[in-house]
């Protein structure tokens, strides 16, 4: 009897090179779970079939990097926002640009389709949330509450309400109909980048850098449960659909879980370091992550996660009384969205109104007609996603067929073991008599003393920062927040300055003028390194020094000379010139540093504004 295969549960779909330059932003199609979409530093969005090698479509008319896309639920709009802060809507059955929107004054940060109308909302680094009406191309209504950039936007399911996140570690609800903020959850102690609303009930998660995921009651607007935990920020979450647990997309893996009590239902590991986003199609949930110009996607087998229940490794709580379980979905806690019954309550497509409708007559819009172009660049797969033979048929089709699941390694690897290599079959026959076992045990030794020295280094390496933290940390509980700053300096160690100054950075008041003057080279250094946390954490840093010392470095520096000695005045005025002097040495690096794309690009260009008062 044939022994069954056993399939893998995660597994990598494919990776493909998304662009001539470097990959800015990507968003998966959420109706199919097929379609992606993909912006870049070469302006344009590339439209591909998941788990196809060839571009289905490039849209171009940016002029500067796509940093947000996002797609309509029918998958038949596409909206793009840049680096510039300029919009730009297409329709992907017609092939053709629709709309061009202009109004912020910073690079776009994030979109999102209204669920039923034609509408669409943009949140930029400029930190003003807008709300455009498609068909009159036009903004309707900008909504402020927000004190830095907005990372992503949510509408509700019932279309009536948006969710924002944003860098000021705040989330906020606002009312549609009366134009202004329901409510502001605060909670996150650190920038929050993903909001997502539960499919039914009015409950709301956002994920944040703090590492922790916090869901909101909306009815009585308080925190129900919050995950602590995370292995790092958190960037992706997606509810179930029938709205039983919560996947969240953690630095290779996915986390279920729920939120009361709050729990992991299941831990799987997936090697698609910093997913990007996911989506659900056939019990299956793919994620998309991108480095550079390539971009890889993954499938996880959603029939072999646990979602609901006890399990026993619970990294979250320890396990509770089964009594405690969530209710089933068909039995909700809270009250449920209503939706529009009838398609006739929705508002009708603008691909089905009149052209003179759908194209203003303006020498606008011409321009925007010239200058943006839709390339078809595989009529084949277009014809079959964007212009289906039948009319009733979706785009793309729903009932598309899951991806079939490879066996698990161990099976693969005996299978591949059991074939001479092509270079063995090319260039030397290799007769029966030879062992081709012992050669691939050879191999495997090779490999596995390649591994210990590679673990043995990294020991090495993680004692030693263990030992120089707890110099610090003995520094630290004295209460003397400068002699604990001052032995990491000493030690010459970045990774042990940044992480003291992550913790610093989460508490302003800990900030003192002559902690600064200590702080500023190193973070010449952190702007400086090859690592992205180490730049990110100085960002931060230098971001926290300007806001709360820059006025009054400037002002202390631009005061007349005191009457008679003031000993404190002169060690503050040193200290002044110290931080001033620093200050501009580092000023010219973030300059130069201000066209980056991406999110380092957005941090540099805002200190940069902040550091205007130094030229």
């Known amino acids: 009897m044939a022994t069954p295969v056993v399939t893998k549960t995660a597994w990598k779909l494919q990776e493909i090179v998304a662009h001539a330059s470097n990959v800015s932003s990507l968003v998966l199609g959420k109706a199919s779970g097929r379609l992606l979409a993909t912006g870049g530093d070469d302006c344009r969005v590339n439209l591909w079939s998941v788990n196809k090698p060839n571009c289905i479509m490039s849209l171009t008319g940016h002029t500067s990097p796509v940093e947000s896309v996002r797609l309509n639920t029918p998958e038949e709009l596409i909206v793009a926002g840049s680096q510039s802060g300029s919009i730009r809507v297409w329709d992907l059955e017609a092939a053709k640009i629709l709309r061009t929107l202009m109004g912020h004054k910073a690079n776009i940060c994030s979109l999102d389709f209204h669920p039923y109308g034609e509408f669409v ?6 930190t003003n949330i807008k709300l455009w009406d498609i068909r009159r191309k036009g903004c309707v209504f900008r909504y402020r509450g927000h004190s830095q950039a907005v990372r992503c ?41 993903v909001v997502e609303f539960h499919p039914n009930e009015y409950l709301l998660a956002s994920g944040s850098s703090d590492r922790t995921i ?15 935990g995370e292995p790092g920020p958190v960037r992706s979450v997606l509810f179930n659909p029938d709205g039983c647990c919560l996947y969240s997309g953690c630095q290779d893996s996915l986390r279920v879980y729920g939120w009361e009590p709050e729990r992991c239902f299941d831990v799987v590991l997936v090697n698609w370091g910093k997913v990007a986003d996911l989506a659900i199609c056939n019990d299956q949930l793919i994620g998309v992550a991108f480095s550079q110009s390539n971009v890889s996607s993954y499938v996880v087998d959603l029939t072999r996660v646990t979602r609901t229940g006890m399990v026993a490794q619970d990294p979250v709580q320890d396990s509770r009384p089964l009594a405690q379980q969530p209710p089933h979905p068909s039995a909700p806690l809270r009250r449920i969205y209503e939706r529009p019954s009838t398609a006739c309550s929705k508002p009708q497509r603008v691909k089905q109104n009149s052209e003179s409708e759908r194209r203003s007559p303006s020498s606008e819009d011409d321009r925007d007609e010239r200058e943006s172009r ?20 979706r785009t793309p089709p729903r009932r598309s067929e899951p991806f079939p699941a490879p066996p698990e390694d161990d099976m693969a690897t005996a299978k591949e073991a059991a074939k001479p290599s092509p270079a063995t079959d090319v260039q030397f026959p290799v007769p029966n008599a030879v062992k081709i076992p012992q050669q691939v045990e050879l191999l495997d030794e090779d490999a596995m003393s390649q591994i210990r020295k590679g673990h043995d280094t990294m020991c090495v ?45 989460q508490k302003a008041s800990l900030w003192k003028l002559d902690l600064c003057t200590t702080i500023l080279p190193q973070i010449e250094k952190l702007l400086k390194s090859k690592y992205e946390s180490y730049v990110q954490t100085g960002c931060t840093s230098l971001k926290l020094i300007l806001k709360r010392f820059l006025p009054l470095i400037t002002d202390m520096l631009a005061a007349p000379p005191s009457v008679g000695v003031d000993i404190s005045r002169e060690e503050r005025l040193h200290k002044c010139r110290l931080c001033y002097k620093q200050l501009k040495s580092i000023s010219g690096f973030v300059k130069s540093k201000s066209s980056l794309s991406g999110r380092h690009g957005s941090a540099f260009r805002e200190l940069h504004l902040l550091m205007a008062s130094l030229d």
């Open 461 to 505: 390496v993680l004692t030693s920062r263990h030992k120089n933290l707890d110099t610090v940390w003995a520094a630290w509980t004295t209460g003397d927040i400068k002699t604990s700053v001052d032995s990491a300096v000493a030690i010459n160690d970045l990774s042990v300055v940044v992480d003291l100054l992550n913790i610093v950075n």
């Open 214 to 228: 916090r869901f909101w009651d909306l009815e009585k607007f308080q925190v129900v449960s919050c995950i602590e």
């Open 121 to 126: 909302a943009s949140g930029s680094q400029d």
């Open 153 to 193: 936007l949510r509408f509700s399911p019932d279309g009536k309400w948006l969710a924002s996140a944003a860098d000021d570690h705040t989330v906020k609800l606002w009312d549609l109909t009366a134009g202004k903020m329901m409510s502001e959850f605060p909670g996150h102690t650190g920038p929050v980048n």
């Open 374 to 393: 839709a390339e078809i660049q595989n009529t084949e797969d277009y014809n079959e996603i964007f212009q289906p033979k039948n009319s009733i048929s």
